[in-house]
């Protein structure tokens, strides 16, 4: 058996900073992550980051990424890679299995949970041939594998994920030969929509696509117009030309192990589905156990560093290392960036939204 | 299809040794580190699996948790290509139906 | 929440750019080259104002605000340009020349051009709208992968231009 103060399961944004902010303020912390490197989704966003100076605005993400782990080797932070994460419990006890062969048992003081979310998918006739991917799936094989997936690529889905990879893939070579989206108007920040229109890429609103056309593999789109109500309208249909489609159509958190350590759950639909409750500083239900990321709802990653920091700065003044007052103080200091990112007409729903589980989180926690 | 060279923000892709995998009993080129998918893609390679119904199927989360991209890796089934790394040598196989595992498989 | 045509064709209309607080007027041109900011959304981002050497751009706070721009102190150095995370703004001189205009915008595809090229130049929706005369090409450290391109092309097409074909 291994004994750890903190041990945080997921080193992508947010359980990187938990990690800094834990072991800053001086308690023994170990990070868990099924995968061979450390960073999560963050080595994938080569794009500048919003936010200001503070949130490390104008930085590309990979580039933050690599700030992260170099604070992380400062500080001594054992990350075990290759860990998947199988059991936990309410007593905060953890089991494992390292490097697809050995079963490990970790006793925890802390328990923070920074697993992320995953793509959702849309399924309509032909989803499931070869050349129908993740939006994030084609994000990670042309800028952390370097291989092209496709030529020419239709992305559903015009939120900013959508929009930001289209882009990317023509950073990459390839050319974007629409994006579909099915609302009346474009999800994403003007600014990236923006870019790739004067780049070419044309945006069909209001548009869904209707099925794959292609036996083994994708060889072209069709698309069609919906009503107001998202039904097909006759006689709309279009093909368009590609050899992939990218699905872009939201995340859903990795809530998994919230369920299984027990902890209670709220139901937020704005900020992905069922979350699993908890308060300001982070914690849960379940006595111990932490969140940060897009376990506690969709959002960025610059709010996942945050989240991160609070998880890790009020984990350790739980066990002793910040007295009351310096907890307040450097989770107020948080949320006040936290706040500025929030705010505006994007992040308005999810401040809201995000209001809402805090609420049920005190009421429920304290 | 094929490799990202160069790219304008990611400059020149950093040099790696190139090795040999064995794909359904052809030879091709891999570079050491990287994912068996990314290698299959940088060769031209979509299909990787077919289903009990016979439906082809590639890669589609591209991180290790839908399990869309399972192929048979020396010998052994359902081994999820888009995180495991290839090796000199390896033996690569395009999955038909649910794999079987013999006694003393090692998960790859 | 804007409506327009950002919402739908995925480019800003004019008319949605001139009821924003940083879109030059016609007077403000003639002063020489100003960066001319096409951010018309609340978006939480402010490295535009961080970044002006001549504390020319502000936002304040909330970060959201939309950022507002004295051109009497804009020098059209640049440095906003590649600050941009959005990519939403560039440089245009119309004082340039007798009959042409200047136009600098960040750029982040290859094969980049070189000067002397001559290159296609594009309006917001990618339309060609006429061929450029590629004068510069700075992709200087500090600007982190971002290029900033200078072109010249021909002043009746001053307005239109906002960036260059991809090749």
């Known amino acids: 058996m291994h004994k750890a103060s903190v041990v945080i399961i997921g080193a992508g944004p947010a359980g990187l900073c938990a990690a800094i902010e834990a072991a800053k303020a001086g308690a023994k912390v170990l990070v868990l992550d099924e995968n061979l490197k450390p960073g999560g989704q963050l080595f994938k966003q080569i794009h500048k980051f919003f936010g200001s100076k503070e949130h490390k605005a104008g930085t590309r993400g990979y580039e933050i990424g690599v ?13 075990w890679l290759n860990t998947e994460v199988c059991g936990i419990d309410k007593e905060k006890n953890i089991w494992a ?36 991917m993740g939006a994030g799936a084609a994000q990670t094989m042309i800028n952390i594998h370097r291989v ?6 239709v992305m559903l889905g015009s939120g900013n994920v959508g929009v930001i990879v289209s882009y990317q893939l023509m950073q990459a070579g390839a050319d974007v030969s629409a994006i579909v989206e099915a609302s009346p108007t474009l999800g994403g920040y003007g600014v990236h929509t923006a870019k790739v229109r004067r780049a070419g890429v044309p945006f069909y609103t209001s548009h869904s696509i209707s099925k794959v056309i292609g036996k ?73 156990i932490y969140v940060a990321g897009d376990i506690t709802g969709i959002e960025e990653a610059s709010t996942a560093m945050e989240e991160g920091m609070l998880a890790g700065i009020n984990a350790a003044a739980s066990l002793g290392f910040y007295s009351q007052k310096e907890k307040e103080q450097l989770s107020a200091i948080v949320w006040d960036r936290l706040d500025a990112l929030r705010c505006g007409y994007f992040g308005q729903k999810r ?16 | 299809m094929g490799r990202i060279a160069e790219h304008p923000i990611l400059g020149e892709m950093k040099s790696s040794k190139e090795i040999e995998i064995i794909v359904d009993g052809k030879p091709y080129s891999a570079l050491e580190g990287e994912m068996i998918a990314a290698a299959l893609i940088a060769n031209g390679i979509q299909t990787f ?25 020396n010998g052994v089934p359902n081994v999820r290509t888009c995180i495991t790394p290839v090796q000199d040598g390896m033996r690569i196989e395009t999955q038909h139906g649910t794999g079987v595992w013999k006694r003393g498989d090692d998960h790859a | 929440m804007i409506q327009g045509a950002l919402k739908t064709t995925g480019a800003p209309s004019l008319e949605e750019l001139k009821k924003s607080p940083a879109f030059p007027r016609a007077e403000d041109y003639q002063i020489g080259p100003i960066a001319v900011i096409e951010c018309i959304e609340e978006i939480p981002c402010n490295p535009c104002e961080t970044s002006c050497p001549k504390g020319s751009i502000s936002i304040g706070k909330p970060i959201t605000n939309l950022p507002r721009i004295d051109f009497n102190r804009c020098s059209g150095c640049g440095i906003c340009v590649a600050a941009c995370p959005g990519l939403a703004i560039y440089i245009k001189d119309y004082t340039y020349s007798q009959d042409e205009a200047l136009v600098t915008f960040p750029y982040e595809y290859i094969p980049l051009p070189e000067p002397g090229d001559t290159v296609i130049l594009v309006n917001r929706q990618g339309q060609e709208i006429c061929e450029g005369l590629v004068k510069k090409v700075n992709s200087a450290k500090a600007f982190q992968q971002t290029t900033l391109v200078s072109v010249s092309y021909p002043k009746q097409h001053f ?5 260059m074909k991809r090749r």
């Open chain 1, 97 to 132: 299995v390292r490097n697809g062969k050995d079963a490990v048992h970790i006793a925890a003081e802390r328990i923070i949970l920074a697993t992320g979310a995953i793509e959702n998918a849309v399924a309509f006739p032909g989803w499931t041939l070869p050349g129908v």
């Open chain 1, 216 to 288: 083994e593999k994708v060889e072209a789109v069709e698309i069609v117009a919906l009503d107001q109500q998202w039904r097909p309208i006759n006689g709309t249909k279009k093909v368009l030309e590609a050899d992939t489609i990218c699905l872009a159509a939201g995340l859903s958190p990795l809530t998994e192990l919230a369920w299984i350590a027990g902890c209670q759950f709220h139901y937020i639909p704005e900020l992905g589905g069922h979350l699993p409750i908890h308060n300001r500083y982070m914690e849960t239900t379940a006595a111990g």
């Open chain 2, 49 to 73: 699996r077919y289903t009990k119904h016979k439906g082809p199927r590639g890669i589609y989360c591209g991180i290790g948790r839908c399990t869309d991209c399972i192929m048979i890796v």
């Open chain 1, 351 to 366: 401040k809201t939204a995000k209001e809402r589980m805090i609420s049920v989180g005190k009421k429920v926690i304290g």
């Open chain 1, 148 to 153: 092209l997936p496709g030529k020419r690529v």
């Open chain 1, 67 to 79: 700030e992260l782990l170099k604070e992380a080797e400062v500080l001594n932070i054992d990350v």
């Open chain 3, 159 to 163: 307005e239109e231009v906002v960036n």
